[in-house]
């Protein structure tokens, strides 16, 4: 229960990534807000799921990259379970996969605005209640590809290392306030939109079986441990970095 008397929002928490790291920190004792943009009913079952667990939840609805979203949001959370001290930015978007020269100025926006902007903005929103608290924990999950330079994804790709700088940058900032900030860096891990990119994943987990040191398919649980230890006073003096989970596909 590291996590006890603790409020969270997690970002895209409806699914994937996001799904498991609410029921997680949830089981560590937070209270988890679990925000979606479409599907409430998956956000729903989030919350079902981590009060049948006897804990606390809601889901909140809002596009992390519309400023009066999110502010609607956070004030939804502090209303329904406390103020937010733990952020978790997961929200994002892939985008298509292509080469760059086919990729159009409104599609580069959006993953911006989703993956990088979004960040900023709920930063904007919870760290009064941070700053007031004197503890807080910032936590962003960026991707594998930061480090690896994947092709066919020069937009996700850059948002993603954009989060890093952001993750670094800020930690400076805010460091004097109580407040962590740092980064996950998650690999190929079986989601419902790497189902949804992917449908040959039989080929795919024989391509990662070579690639990683960790001969098994990367789930969403795996992710949880990672964050939780971020989140919690055992990484109070970790801040600015960068933890890689992905099986040992990229080593740095």
Known sequence: ?????????????????????????????????????????????????????????????????????????????????GPVTVLINNAGLTGVHKPWREIDEAEWDRVMAVNLKGCFLC???????????????IVNISSVTFW??????????????GMIGFTR????????DGITVNAVTPGAIQTESELEMFPDQEGLAAWLSEAQAVKRRGLPGDIVGAVAFLASEDGAFVTGQTINVDGGWAMH
């Open 1 to 81: 229960m590291r996590l006890a008397n603790k409020v969270a929002l997690v970002t895209g928490g409806s699914r994937g990534i996001g799904r498991s790291l609410c029921v997680g920190l949830a089981r560590e004792g937070a209270s988890v807000a679990v925000n979606y943009a479409n599907d409430r009913a998956a956000a729903a079952a989030v919350v079902a799921e981590i009060e049948g667990a006897g804990g606390r939840a809601v889901a909140v609805r809002g596009d992390v990259s519309v400023a009066a979203d999110v502010e609607t949001m956070v004030t939804t959370v502090s209303r329904e379970l």
């Open 123 to 137: 930063l904007r929103a919870v760290y009064p209640f941070m700053k007031d608290a004197g503890w807080g924990r």
């Open 148 to 161: 690896l330079g994947r092709p066919n994804l020069l937009h996700y790709v850059a948002s993603k290392a």
């Open 169 to 176: 940058s800020l930690a400076r900032e805010v460091g004097a």
